[in-house]
């Protein structure tokens, strides 16, 4: 609903019209080069995943691990954040991996990508200074290239994304209290937490990482070459966006949906893009890269059966 809420604060104005017509304009060649980052980045991360696993004697399949990626960026659309708990079941399922441990090398992963998005934004900040400090100054959004937002608006969409924040922190805090019962799920959840340390290969783990982030990067970026209206946007622009967009996906709205636009609208606005054209990307490349996210969880799901049944036979 929040997300919901937020789109149409943003797009209730919206021309269809010009939507459709900046649609059909997009350059396929690079849409296929993003979409390629795009898949690129679920298969690295599986790759990642199984890795973090190996030190405490789990070795799960290959396809098993980058299947259950798949699946869990599509159930986020349904349920947000529920994505991580379906990856665990997913290989205790298939692999026999126990859930609190593989839950456990997840937090560590999300610990690592989380220092990852720090070192991202401190760079992405001290790059582009100047357009960081008239965002946050202008968090109103009423700009000389036509903002969309009135000031009350934009404070809105702010307040009502850190109340969300707010009550899934402290769902998610509820739910380790009672996890803090079971004395067994938080010893092995302790193990995966702390797998990192036995790891052999942390060498290869940290080229991962960087892969998995530089192709997040890649499929946002290349974006900017569908329209000839964002197509003169430099690396560093898309740096700023990039990374706010990333942070915005925090607001537990299915990938984002809503705090995602409004960021990057209101950034583009500040590089001279329209307040119509920044519109129109927002959501022709948020769509989109859900749109496959989506479609790849569906093929994860049938994959996964499609081995369940093999196995059985």
Known sequence: MLGILILYMIYDDLDISQLWISFKGIDLFWFALSTFFGVMSHVIRGWRWKLTLAPLGMRPTTSVSIYSIFVAYAANLVVPRIGEVSRCVILEQHDKIPFAQSLGTLVSERLIDTLMVILITIAAVLMQWNV??????????????????????????????????????????????????????????????????????????????????????????????????????????????????????????????????????????????????????????????????????????????????????
Not at 217 to 222: E, P, S, V
Not at 243 to 267: D, E, L, Q, Y
């Open 132 to 313: 960081f400090c008239t965002f946050v100054g202008e968090s109103g959004f009423s700009t000389s290239g036509g903002g969309i937002f009135t000031s009350m608006g934009g404070w809105a969409i702010i307040l009502l994304s850190i109340a969300a924040i707010t009550v899934l922190l402290l769902f998610i805090m509820r739910k380790m209290t009672f996890w803090k019962k079971i004395r067994s799920f938080i010893t092995r959840f302790t193990e995966g937490l702390l797998s990192l340390r036995k790891m052999d290969n942390g060498w290869l783990f940290v080229v991962e990482t960087i892969g998995i982030w530089f192709c997040y990067f890649m499929q946002f970026y290349l974006c900017f070459f569908y329209f000839p209206f964002s197509s003169n946007l430099s690396v560093f622009a898309g740096l700023l966006l990039f990374i706010a967009g990333s942070i915005a996906v925090v607001v537990p709205t299915p990938n984002g949906a809503g705090p995602w636009h409004f960021a990057v609208i209101s950034i583009m606005i500040l590089y001279g893009i329209s307040s119509t054209d920044a519109s129109i990307f927002a959501l022709i490349v948020h769509s989109t890269q859900t749109l496959l996210v989506a479609i790849l969880g569906i093929y994860g799901l049938l994959m996964l059966q499609l081995k369940k049944h093999s196995h059985k036979n």
